[in-house]
């Protein structure tokens, strides 16, 4: 009995110092764009941190849910953006986060416009355009972020 017990008690402390799984997204995260607050808890649960990012007009202001190795954008009462960072461990969009940009585009076709810090896709959308960026930031990690293209 105190085998089992004990065998018990370090299979429940292997499991918390492992800490909590990572949620997952769905293969086109483009699917939580337009999800309402409430949605998005009761999918994914509280996020690790909420924040605000200020845009340069009023409009431009978000609510962050940080999930960690991806985020969700709120601007009034729906997410409008999905980031995905370089550390998610599971493909999106037929590709893993931090892929080169030839693996993305054997996923994706060419893209449809870029610049210096980033490369665009028009994707399919469900009502309203979307587009996936991937941006390079000045640490030089790319993340991607899945976004309402009429907002």
């Known amino acids: 009995m105190k085998r089992a017990a004990l065998l018990l008690f370090l299979l429940c402390a292997a499991a918390a110092a492992q800490g909590p799984e990572t949620p997952s997204l769905p293969d086109d995260p483009a699917e939580l764009l337009g999800l309402t607050p409430a949605q998005a808890l009761e999918r ?32 009034g009462d729906k997410v409008w953006q999905v980031r995905v960072s370089v550390d998610y461990p ?23 416009s870029s610049g210096e810090d980033y490369t665009e896709w028009d994707l399919p ?16 990690r790319t993340d991607l972020y899945i ?3 009429d907002f």
């Open 44 to 75: 994914y649960g509280a996020p690790a941190r909420v924040y605000a990012v200020r845009g340069q007009e009023a409009w431009q202001d978000d609510v962050v849910f940080d999930y960690g190795v991806f985020s969700l954008f709120l601007f």
């Open 90 to 112: 599971l493909p999106v969009l037929g590709f893993m986060p931090g892929s080169d940009l030839e693996r993305v585009q054997a996923a994706l076709g060419l893209p449809a």
């Open 125 to 140: 959308g469900q009502g309203w355009p979307v587009r996936l960026r991937i941006a390079t930031g000045q640490d030089g």
């Open 147 to 149: 976004y309402r293209a």
